[in-house]
């Protein structure tokens, strides 16, 4: 795989193509169109932002892509394959943390080797790795209730890890955090997709959160859902959290805000 | 600090308790109770003392006989009750034609008494031990059919996405999410049933019987020994409160998730289940 989105030139990615979309629209029932026309095409690597109002079609880009649903017209090829089911090389992180109450955090991670096979001894030994890269260590054998709620979608990062997944779909996953929660988060969520060089779609509504994390943003407009513009975010990585007050970072918070606005 | 604490207010209860009973016993000896109607606590205890501990006999068997007896009744009732139960909970949650069909007749059975049709019972069942398993399986199937499908049907759309994402089948996400996810309603539905079923073993019993608690106590009121019967009604409190016991800590063992307590008990045994296994 190119590791062309760690430190990458400030011209855009050379990386293979992973995702790749071409008018793709969704239609639900007869008459909601929650997504048009939508092409885009996403690198090996790559960090890509979605950002837009709620029900512009963010949601089901990323459950389009996921195979949870399926298109009503278009192409849409993950590694050149069409798009018709969930594939195993894709892994989804939601709003909520989706956990197994039941289960321990680590019991949790495990899920998704335990679906696929036996669990081995080398299956744990990598779920107390993840936990330990999403800061965990330590709350193994906690079960989700008696964890705070960043802490709980701390888990399903870990849980999305394990599966080796290395194309990444995340629906404002910390969305429901409060803001220094989220802030956080989102540090280290850059630093492990750095680490893991998966390939990552990110939800979110919040245009500073979408414009420091992401390589591109794609910014959608609602009725109906479409992308409005793609923009290059060219900052050097690691990035430090005082970029977003630089000139340069507001300049695209200002062409993304006029993207939303003229709509 | 616990135990001080649980000591002190078991203390509380039963000076409470025997304050009560003190007071109807003092009353009823002077008079104040028509013993036909309220026997004393002292000749309950007296008879209850005889039953227990003097093995005296009645309908040819100890109290311990009829115990036995109604509790194995109850039981296999229970059993019955709890499978079909389940089981047809879980086809309508599968089968949503099923689901539509079986709707009607829930709710006309849920109306319906089910102790009234203890004639009936009797009539294709018998005397014996049948018509007791009978009625018990027949009034206590309701809530755990009720209990186990409102448990399945939980809507969890984003925990169905999150499976399909990992590539689960749906076997597996029945046993792994489905299910488990149920286990609180179904184990409140195990517990409405396990009192029912008593209640449906002990009302046969009072159509006929040979053994058991329900004949003890009819044939004491009968001869208008209050003391039996009271004797008997406290015998009943003492079957259900150990099967009720029994079927919570049951729940609480499996279903260990609900409340803070459980959750560290199971947490920390994990934990040191690891550090043992190395
Ligand atoms: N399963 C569905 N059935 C019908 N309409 C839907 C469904 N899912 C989404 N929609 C509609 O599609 C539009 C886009 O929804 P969504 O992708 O969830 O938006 P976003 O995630 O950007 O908030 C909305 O108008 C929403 O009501
Ligand atoms: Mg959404």
Known sequence: MAATAKKKPKQSPSGQTVIEGN??????????????GADFNIRSGEFISLVGPSGCGKSTLLRLVAGLIE???????????????????????????VLLDWRTAIENVLLPSEIQHRITQ?????AMASLDLVGLKGFEFHFPKQLSGGMQQRVALARLIQTGANIMLMDEPFGALDEFTRERLNVELMRIVGELKATTLFVTHNIQEAIYLADRVLVMTPRPGRIAKIIDVNFERPRDISIQTSREFNIIVEEVRDTLGSH | MKLLSFLISFAKYSLSFIFVLGLWEVYARYGGLNELFLPRPSKI???????????????????????FATLAQMSIGFCYGIVIGNSLAVL????????????????????????????????????GWESKIALATLVCFFPPFINTLTGLLKKNDEAIELFQTIGATQSQYFWKQQLPNALPEIFAGLK?????????????????ATEGVGILMQRFAFRLDMAGSFASLVTMAIMGLLVFTIAELLDRRIVFWRDTKGLERVSKKKQRKLSTDG
């Open chain 1, 122 to 126: 080398d299956d744990k030994q990598k």
């Open chain 2, 192 to 208: 409405l049933a396990i009192t029912t079923a008593l209640l449906g073993t002990i009302v046969a019993q009072f159509g006929s």
């Open chain 1, 71 to 97: 298109k009503t017209s278009g192409d849409l090829t993950v590694n050149d394959e069409e798009v018709t089911k969930p594939r195993t090389d894709i892994g989804m992180m939601f709003q909520k943390a």
């Open chain 1, 23 to 36: 008018s793709v629209t969704k239609v639900f029932g007869e008459t909601v169109t929650a997504l048009e």
């Open chain 2, 92 to 127: 309508a949650a599968f089968n949503e034609t099923f689901r539509r069909y079986i709707a009607p007749y829930a709710v006309v059975f849920n109306v319906t008494p089910g102790i009234a049709v203890l004639p009936l019972i009797i009539a294709w069942f018998g005397f």
């Open chain 2, 45 to 67: 205890g007296d008879k209850l003392y005889n039953l227990f501990f003097k093995f005296q006999i009645i309908e040819q068997g100890t109290i311990y006989w009829h115990f």
